[in-house]
């Protein structure tokens, strides 16, 4: 996987209402604030690339014991399971309410950004750096591409979050809903099927 394609899954993420952008909007209008709107997006981001960088830290550490081929089909294993799971539910992650701290947004972000699967999209990516070379560079390498990836994520969902709150506000979102969940749900199954068929 290169770095454009772990580029457009960060932008995919920003795109998905369910990482966070929906809920900045959101902030925004009960303060009647775009500044609270604007500080709820890197809350969010941050939220995000720990969850992914997770994911990559625990692959760097399981790669020196296992080698990249088991390490891979369990990947793709997880990858199916979860997206199949996902797919399948009809269940939704819910929060409490909306008055949290910028820490409280961040923690909401890295249970969401865990509970969709994030970091396991780019589990090919981080599969093939442990398999590749040696832990240190699956470490810093992982961190790298997490970083890359939520800077997409970040730059796509805080555009989005701007665009919605200064020109359709809420309104438009009960009337043009467009179910992104269940996308990302498939895209996790696909990843997990192309990870198998790369082994």
Do not use: C
């Not at 890197?42 to 550490?61: C, D, E």
């Not at 080698?67 to 369990?74: D, I, K």
């Not at 539910?89 to 949290?100: A, D, E, K, P």
């Not at 070379?133 to 994520?153: E, Q």
Request: aromatic share 8%; hydrophobic share 60%.
């Amino acid at each position: 996987m290169t770095l454009t394609a772990v580029l457009l899954l960060g932008a995919f993420h920003g795109l998905n209402p369910a990482m966070g952008w929906l809920f900045a909007v959101a902030r925004g209008l009960q303060e009647r604030s775009l500044d609270r709107l604007l500080q709820s997006i890197p809350a969010i981001a941050l939220g995000h690339l720990a969850s992914v960088a997770l994911v990559a830290l625990v692959v760097a550490a399981t790669g020196s014991l296992v080698t990249g081929t088991v390490l891979s089909v369990a990947g793709g294993l997880v990858l199916v399971a979860f997206g199949l799971w996902r797919l399948l539910s009809t269940r939704h992650f819910r929060w409490v309410g909306m008055r949290l701290s910028l820490w409280q947004l961040a923690g909401w972000s890295f249970l969401m950004s865990s509970a969709h699967g994030a970091g396991l999209m780019l589990l090919p990516v981080f599969t093939g750096m442990s398999a590749q070379g040696h832990a240190g560079h699956a470490v810093s390498g992982g961190l790298a591409v997490a970083a890359y990836h939520t800077l997409a994520m970040f730059l796509v969902a805080g555009g989005i979050a701007v665009i919605v709150y200064k020109v359709a506000g809420l309104a438009v979102l009960r009337r043009a809903w467009f179910n992104v969940d269940r996308m990302w749900a498939a895209a996790l199954v696909a990843a997990g099927v192309i990870t198998l068929v790369q082994v």
